[in-house]
């Protein structure tokens, strides 16, 4: 099962939108809506963002939006803030009954 | 408080096995889709196992027929079992709750190393 494609890397200044992008395959993205989207800030355990292509936890900012289309889903954070700042990763259910993860974008604050 | 607490992990030499325990509370482990992720060191998570709350198990190509995901009911503890490990196994290892993985333990690290 090959990893879901992200960017490597993202920047953006407070106050802006950035969008992240998660291609895969119709095995896995475009085949069911279980995307979900984690945030992992340096040393710490992965934070779960969004689920299910679009939905967000309690306790999630509604900056934090998530969609997809075909085999590519977003992840969408606007009025950004510094304490955005982190890797962000995309994963997704697959025909395999298993999960592939996106290689992970390091968001970078300017 | 929902919480999930990893132990077990060390230094192991090529070969070795080792069996990774994931203490659950605040909720029921054998009614859960309970997940192992893990990540090398500087690198990105990837999915390691998956034990649904009807007992169905998958796992990765990577460790398949190597590691064997379990749980104690009575203990509401989730287990890996990790057999002829590898150098790339090196990782901290994450055990999440839930399809969606919405609760993360803070990780266990294992090291394979002569």
């Known amino acids: 099962q090959s990893a879901l494609t992200q960017p490597a890397s993202v920047s953006g200044s407070p106050g802006q939108s950035i969008t992240i992008s998660c291609t895969g395959t119709?095995?896995?993205?475009?085949?069911?809506?279980?995307v979900s989207w984690y945030q992992q800030h340096p040393g710490k355990a992965p934070k779960l963002m969004i689920y299910?292509?679009?939905n967000r936890p309690s306790g999630v900012p509604d900056r934090f939006s998530g969609s997809k289309s075909g085999n590519t889903a977003s992840l969408t954070i606007s009025g950004l803030q510094a304490e955005d700042e982190a890797d962000y990763y995309c994963?997704?259910?697959?025909?395999?009954?298993?999960?592939?993860f996106g290689g992970g974008t390091k968001l970078t604050v300017l | 408080e929902v919480q999930l607490v990893e132990s077990g992990g060390g230094l192991i030499q090529p070969g070795g096995s080792l069996r990774l325990s994931c203490a659950a509370s605040?909720?029921?482990?054998?009614?859960?889709?309970m997940s192992w992720v893990r990540q090398a060191p500087g690198k990105g998570l990837e999915w390691v196992s998956v034990i649904y709350s009807g007992g169905s198990t998958y796992y990765a190509d990577s460790v398949k027929g190597r590691f064997t995901i379990s749980r104690d009911n009575s203990k509401n503890t989730l287990y890996l079992q990790m057999n002829s490990l590898r150098a790339e196994d090196t990782a901290v290892y994450y055990c999440?709750?839930?399809?969606?993985?919405?609760?993360w333990g803070q990780g266990t690290t294992v090291t394979v190393s002569s």
């Open positions: 994963s997704s259910y697959t025909s395999s009954s298993t999960v592939v």
């Open positions: 999440a709750r839930d399809f969606h993985m919405d609760v």
């Open positions: 299910e292509v679009s």
């Open positions: 605040g909720f029921t482990v054998s009614s859960n889709y």
């Open positions: 119709s095995s896995d993205v475009g085949g069911y809506n279980y």
